[in-house]
């Protein structure tokens, strides 16, 4: 049993860029003590470490503990229900419990109970919930992408830039290029190409928002009146198609391929979502799985796709790419949970958005999923009613609210958006620590925090 | 003033590629008697042909001859309103007016009035109307195509492959993609790269027809209900949405950023086209200049892109690359004009399209600009009524027709159809004859004479 088998320098890195040291130990007597082993996975999805335990006293302790440094390991415990310590061996990745086999490997690999160290949580600060940091930094870059956005989002035919403008000058928080331009100083980018691809995908999210307000018949957009009300559904439709094209000759202008693949690869896989997200619509029975695929989909695949192009334009390794991907596609998750546990959180100031739309509209999100599911069947009658459309007055609207309330669905659903904000600050692991790498990581943390 | 100091061999050529003899002269004294002067300008506008008359007795004359050869030189003098010889000289080049510096340019280098030549038409068969040899020769490159089409529509999400099913095998022409297969054969490109391309060019026409069906309002679509009837139009819109952008995953997955420059640049005209239509939607003052930019940009921008690429992926000059897309632009603005005659032609057969739809929608299009132009006080009334929504009943309709019919609209729309089809077929007039090049020649002359 020799620790420093183990912990070599590489391993000692590796924790504590998660804020957690290494102490070795030669005994393994007392209850609590970790044996632990870490490793970084080359190749993989991103970067990798995981745990094993000869006997963990309390798990359920230490996951909440690891949870709250940002690594969620035992939250792969917690999903495979290893709450208690059945064989000698837990290991897990960090990604999920389907890459136990990589724990696994890893264990017999090193041999089991050769090596035993303590973890003591360094007094890292933990970053706050706040966006204020992640603007911060972006700001004179964004002046750089509005000008894009401004400039070519003009056109000899008037209508399209009002109805463009309307929704562009709208009041939006311009999340997505502010992703590409946060990657792009978190890898030390120093160029120009960012801007336009920024621009880029900021017209691929308009489009989708335009297309978005005529599937709804949606009223208002930004706590505007949505462009279909004000410029028609036609107008809308084609002047999202135009926007859409125009995304794609910036990204053409740019002349990556790799650029073009991942963003016409998240553009097929946003609309696969928005159409899956119209065939869930008004069906009771829609599952949370099914729920987590529609919104990786119609959000997570553009918040991924704009992190990681900042990776490719300042030509990073492949593991950079996938960790920046990584992170906004978890990001993107835990934004889009937010978003649909506000629309019936009873606290929440409702910005922009008619509050109660995706009640009415029928859709499924997860504080209805997860309200139906621990409802009692006369709280199921009315779920059934009011997802098909039967049951949409203010009073019902009200009575919604009250039941996901009673069943802390809104709640509950933040709890899965911080998970998913966890995973995508792990994803940044790889990464020097820096004022890039915090702002990322506080606009994870507000992301979830966030009341509108 | 010898002539065989301008009748040099390639002018020989150019000239034999119009089925036009050069027969020396030594005299110009005969009144009839043409004094040409040809060239090719390379790195101009594709293939420049231009002839000016010290003398010419009856330009017009003249003018309908070489007209009907295909050349349309003397168009471009009858819109520059030339008709009666002014000067010594008339020069112009066969694309339009705007390029007579180009003639006299021409003419001041090998100086005026030394050369002479009789233009003697050869006795070359004049090419039929018909689609049929365009589908013979590219019908084994379109089961490639189909085939292509019809693995890139699937989706995991049932509905998107049944609502792009619905359209795609709703017996449409695939008269775009045609283009490109045939185009290829016309440069003698070998390869299998035009087939993705080909269907991405497909699903970029396929994603505008669900959108424009939306737009419209449109109950049938070739001759079946339109998707947005049986699927509404939220699944319309987002199948489109996904059909556009597998297009261009196509196109990345080709690889080349020429193509992927040309489709995106046609796509963001497209939009443009269609919200240009939408904007002159009801306005009875729309003038046939406005008219013929809104259908160039709708309509014959893909027609151009997609005869375009086939020039690219073979790698072909610059000048072939525009000869083609000359080609596919003045086809799509033919096309185009004869669909929108065909809709108050009371002689033809209705193939898919609902009889009447544009005078319902209050679409301007030539037929109606021209009608209304020639109209007195009463019939202008009625088209301004019309126009508006007031008039739409099946009577509405009808006398609709009938005042078409009194003013010749109907056939004078398909006259300038047979304009832009004679550019068309003398755009390729720079490549060899052949198979292929006869089948597109055909096919521009069916574009003008078909009957649904």
């Known amino acids: 049993m020799v620790a420093d088998h183990f912990v070599d320098d590489e391993a000692q890195e590796f924790l504590a860029e998660f804020g957690v040291q290494l102490a070795l130990l030669s005994q393994m007597a007392e209850a609590g003590n970790l044996f632990a082993f870490t490793r970084r996975i080359g190749g993989g999805q991103g970067c990798f470490g995981f745990i094993f335990a000869h006997r963990l006293s309390n798990p359920k302790a230490f996951s909440q503990n690891m949870h709250q440094r940002g690594i969620d390991i035992v939250d792969a415990l917690a999903e495979s229900g290893e709450h208690g310590v059945k064989g000698r061996l837990i290991g897990h990745s960090l990604q999920a419990s389907s890459d136990s086999t990589l724990a696994k490997k890893g264990c017999a690999a090193h041999g089991q109970g050769e090596m035993a160290a303590q973890i003591v949580p360094l007094p890292r600060k933990q970053p706050e919930a706040s ?3 992640m603007l911060a930094i972006t700001a004179s870059g964004m002046n750089q992408v509005n000008q894009v956005i401004l400039d070519r989002m003009q056109s000899e035919i008037p209508l399209i830039p009002a109805l463009a403008g309307h929704l562009i000058s709208g009041g939006g928080k311009r999340l997505r290029p502010m992703l590409t331009l946060a990657g792009a100083q978190l890898v030390g980018y120093n160029g120009t190409r960012h801007y336009k691809l920024a621009a880029a995908v900021e017209f691929i999210h308009t489009a989708t928002l335009l297309h978005d307000d005529v599937v709804d018949g949606s009223d208002l957009r930004r706590g505007k009146a949505a462009a279909n009300i004000i410029f028609g559904n036609p107008a809308t439709v084609l002047v999202g198609d135009f926007l859409f094209s125009r995304a794609f000759e910036l990204m053409v202008e740019d002349g990556s391929l790799k650029v073009l693949k991942i963003l016409s690869g998240a553009s097929a896989i946003i609309a696969e979502g928005e159409v899956d997200q119209l065939t869930a619509q008004r069906k009771i029975e829609t599952s949370e799985e099914r729920y987590l695929q529609i919104i990786r989909a119609k959000t997570a695949a553009l918040f991924a796709a704009a992190s990681r192009i900042s990776a490719v334009v300042a030509e990073c ?29 009873a606290d929440a100031a409702q910005m922009g958005k008619d509050r109660g739309d995706d009640f009415r509209e029928g859709k499924m999100t997860l504080p209805v999923i997860l309200a139906y599911a621990r409802g009692d069947e006369e709280e199921r009658i009315f779920w059934r009613a009011a997802i098909m459309g039967h049951r949409s007055s203010d009073e019902d609207l009200a009575h919604a609210v009250t039941l996901i309330a009673k069943h802390g669905a809104v709640e509950e659903t933040r709890e899965r958006a911080r998970h998913f904000a966890a995973r995508a600050i792990n994803a940044l692991a790889c990464f020097p620590d820096g004022k890039a790498r915090q702002a990322m990581e506080q606009a994870a943390r507000f992301a979830v925090a966030r009341g509108y």
Request: aromatic share 10%; glycine share 6%.
């Open 317 to 345: 390794s492949e593991d950079e790419e996938r960790a920046l991907d990584e992170y906004g596609r978890n990001l993107g998750v835990a934004f889009q949970l937010v978003d649909d546990a506000l629309d019936y959180d």
């Open 131 to 133: 966006i204020e940091p």
